[in-house]
């Protein structure tokens, strides 16, 4: 008993919508039926995932995922990036489907696909770097850096309404803390208003975030925060339409 292989059967809204995205990202649909139920199998290489859907499903309530591992894990994200920048104009990296990072965390190299369905596909392979957010937390560890973390490791297990409990009060009391820590929590907050579809709040903040004066040294430590906050606004220009 050496090949046993364990696929995940994962929940979605629609399969059509779920397939478009795959199909995207390079897997190839190996099977599709409509009836007695929707169900359909996608593979890429040896990554094969299935998928079912649900009446009424809210892909943002969805606790739904699966591990992949992968030894190629940089070569993997990069053509997922490509692949989704080609497709749509840019990557989407707030509310559903979105890209997270790539990643090191304690163990492991990853990053995570969220896709139609809501389904956290979990991307990565064994490392022994050290953790990027233990890291980055200890080089700040003030109040907001605390709970910019925490609300991170929750976002990330997408507990979002915990997220943004986690970090709301702090942002109120911290205007005076470092302002690279202020950015980096404002981006970050920005991002789950936008998933949450609170995209009004996600305004006000991205609208504060570019209100925060920045001296050269500043911007060059949150340069990939800032450029984040211009794909954010990117696509609250796109939901307005």
Same mark, same amino acid.
């Given at each position: 008993?050496?090949?046993?292989?364990?696929?995940?059967?994962?929940?979605?809204?629609?399969?059509?919508?779920?397939?478009?995205?795959?199909?995207?990202?390079?897997? =190839?649909?190996?099977?599709?039926?409509?009836?007695?139920?929707?169900?359909?199998?996608?593979?890429?290489?040896?990554?094969?995932?299935?998928?079912?859907?649900?009446?009424?499903?809210?892909?943002?309530?969805?606790?739904?995922?699966?591990?992949?591992?992968?030894?190629?894990?940089?070569?993997?994200?990069?053509?997922?990036?490509?692949?989704?920048?080609?497709?749509?104009?840019?990557?989407?990296?707030?509310?559903?489907?979105?890209?997270?990072?790539?990643?090191?965390?304690?163990?492991?190299?990853?990053?995570?696909?969220?896709?139609?369905?809501?389904?956290?596909?979990?991307?990565?392979?064994?490392?022994?770097?050290?953790?990027?957010?233990?890291?980055?937390?200890?080089?700040?560890?003030?109040?907001?850096?605390?709970?910019?973390?925490?609300?991170?490791?929750?976002?990330?297990?997408?507990?979002?309404?915990?997220?943004?409990?986690?970090?709301?009060?702090?942002?109120?009391?911290?205007?005076?803390?470092?302002?690279?820590?202020?950015?980096?929590?404002?981006?970050?907050?920005?991002?789950?208003?936008?998933?949450?579809?609170?995209?009004?709040?996600?305004?006000?903040?991205?609208?504060?975030?570019?209100?925060?004066?920045?001296?050269?040294?500043?911007?060059?430590?949150?340069?990939?925060?800032?450029?984040?906050?211009?794909?954010?606004?990117?696509?609250?220009? =796109?939901?307005?339409?």
């Amino acid at each position: 008993m050496a090949h046993e292989i364990t696929i995940p059967i994962l929940p979605c809204r629609s399969i059509d919508e779920n397939l478009d995205f795959y199909r995207v990202l390079g897997f =190839e649909v190996t099977f599709q039926q409509a009836k007695p139920n929707n169900y359909a199998v996608v593979r890429r290489g040896d990554i094969e995932l299935h998928f079912f859907s649900m009446k009424g499903f809210e892909p943002a309530n969805s606790y739904s995922t699966c591990y992949i591992l992968t030894p190629e894990i940089d070569q993997l994200y990069q053509e997922f990036l490509l692949s989704l920048k080609a497709a749509y104009g840019r990557v989407p990296s707030a509310g559903i489907p979105r890209v997270l990072p790539l990643k090191n965390k304690t163990g492991r190299r990853e990053f995570i696909v969220v896709d139609p369905g809501g389904n956290w596909i979990r991307i990565g392979k064994k490392s022994e770097a050290p953790d990027e957010d233990t890291e980055n937390l200890k080089a700040s560890s003030g109040p907001l850096a605390r709970a910019t973390h925490a609300a991170m490791m929750l976002e990330r297990a997408g507990h979002y309404t915990e997220a943004a409990e986690k970090i709301d009060g702090i942002l109120a009391d911290s205007a005076d803390e470092d302002v690279v820590q202020r950015v980096v929590a404002l981006v970050f907050r920005a991002g789950l208003a936008i998933t949450m579809h609170d995209f009004p709040l996600a305004t006000r903040l991205l609208l504060g975030l570019r209100q925060i004066p920045l001296s050269d040294s500043e911007r060059g430590e949150v340069l990939a925060d800032l450029e984040r906050a211009d794909e954010l606004e990117q696509i609250l220009l =796109e939901a307005g339409d």
